[in-house]
């Protein structure tokens, strides 16, 4: 059993996290309480360019959310080379609530895929706040063109939708760790087992994290 005010994560964390960081989740059970949700979208072997449009002002008044973008793609069909590891967006803020128009929207830019056989964007979009949202609208458009800045949309979606709920992390807790020190955690709806949850790095929002919930601790 987990001990008090922490909760155990599936897999262990990438990076440290102190009292400045935060824990983000839902109070329910199952996937539509999920503060955070993760994507695959597969691309058409004809595009030469994608990119991904995150649109806060789908909901105006709704919650800071925190997003990111990573692309993979197979190179060559007969000797089937994989390329990993590319971050078309790391961890960025997205607030409806700013007053500053790019802070309510923001996009990968241009991601050059001519040279790939198939592609596919993984696109992780995470509530990062204390409040309501009806979701954040997600825009996947792709381009035939190398010169021309011509997009079509392949596809468009909305989520994750709820309301946030924030924890605090008491101190600090070190990287490989899958034990995670959590102020109240039960009081703070930790105690949903079997869920993704969204930890933020306040400091360095590239740290940021998401981890599986497998047991939480009693409150102190």
Not at 29 to 55: C, I, Q
Not at 57 to 79: K, Q, W
Request: contains cysteine.
């Amino acid at each position: 059993m987990a001990d008090i005010d922490t909760v155990v994560l599936l897999d262990n964390i990438q990076n440290a996290k102190d009292s400045s960081d935060k824990i983000y989740t839902m109070d329910g059970d199952g996937e539509n309480y999920e503060a955070v949700k993760t994507y695959v979208v597969e691309l058409p072997p004809d595009a030469s360019g994608a990119r991904v449009l995150f649109n806060g002002n789908y909901d105006p008044d709704g919650a800071r959310h925190c997003v990111r973008v990573h692309y993979i793609a197979l190179t060559d069909p007969s000797t089937p080379t994989k390329t990993e590891n590319t971050i078309a967006l790391d961890w960025t803020a997205v607030d409806p609530d700013s007053g500053t128009a790019t802070d309510r929207f923001k996009e990968t830019g241009a991601i050059d895929v001519s040279g790939h056989v198939y592609g596919s964007l993984m696109i992780d979009v995470a509530v990062a706040e204390a409040e309501a949202t009806t979701g954040l609208e997600v825009i996947v458009q792709v381009r035939g063109y190398t010169g021309l800045d011509v997009w079509n949309t392949l596809c468009r979606f909305i989520g994750p939708i709820g309301t946030g709920v924030e924890v605090a992390i008491p101190d600090t807790v070190n990287a490989d760790q899958n034990v995670l020190k959590a102020t109240n955690p039960t009081a703070g709806h930790l105690n949903h087992i079997g869920k993704f949850i969204f930890i933020e790095d306040k400091g360095t929002i590239a740290d940021s994290e998401i981890a599986y919930l497998i047991e939480c601790g009693a409150d102190s």
